[in-house]
């Protein structure tokens, strides 16, 4: 099982994510003290990250994503991004969506509404961040690219709240990413809300 689940964090784009191998939440009986600020943390500088121009960094410059991956690193150790995918812009925006999609779930394993709407908060700052990002427009289409590949591969399902009406509101949210970026209707939007309905059963 987990062969299956790494190889489907190894995808092509140098990132793998260890979310729930043992060295994180597994074995733990309570939420890591500083799990809900770092998400909040996490989010705010995502935001900034992914849209540039701001003074600190951007995604794709190879540097910048180094502060993100630390604060996800407290929770996920094993997350990292590979040496071949650093300074590719759509890796390291997986790598860091996937992340701190994975902390958010994590909070919502332990507490089902306050990870219900931590989520509609980091998928606000996603779509913020995408539709703020400085540049061609080739840049903001591998930025949309990587948030989704972030999104639907490089996230551990097996984190989600159990309790149903979070779990319900946590993947209508997602599902509804690819329509807020791509446009509803588009192909990609179709394909991620097919791939998070099959995450509910």
């Not at 701190?100 to 509609?120: D, F, I, P, R, Y």
């Not at 540049?135 to 309790?163: F, H, P, Q, S, V």
């Amino acid at each position: 099982m987990f062969r299956n689940f790494a190889n489907q964090l190894i995808n092509g784009t140098g990132a793998q994510l260890g979310a729930n191998d043992g060295s994180s939440s597994g074995d733990k009986t309570s939420m890591a003290p500083t799990l809900r600020s770092d998400v909040y943390n996490a989010i705010d500088g995502a935001k900034a990250w992914l849209a540039g121009g701001q003074g600190r960094g951007q995604a794709g410059d190879g540097v910048s994503y180094q502060s993100l991956l630390t604060l996800i690193q407290k929770h996920f150790p094993n997350t990292q991004l590979g040496l071949d995918a650093v300074g590719q812009l759509e890796s390291e925006v997986a790598v860091i969506v996937g992340g701190v999609t994975n902390m958010v779930l994590e909070v919502s394993k332990w507490e089902g509404m306050a990870g219900a709407m931590a989520m509609g908060t980091w998928v606000d700052a996603l779509v913020d961040g995408h539709r703020g990002v400085v540049g061609a427009k080739l840049r903001k289409d591998t930025i949309a690219d990587g948030i989704i590949k972030g999104l639907n591969y490089n996230t551990d399902t097996r984190l989600m709240t159990k309790e149903f009406t979070a779990k319900i509101q946590i993947i209508s949210t997602l599902k509804s990413v690819s329509a807020r970026i791509y446009g509803a209707g588009t192909d990609e939007a179709r394909k991620s809300e097919a791939l998070w309905s099959s995450k509910f059963m």
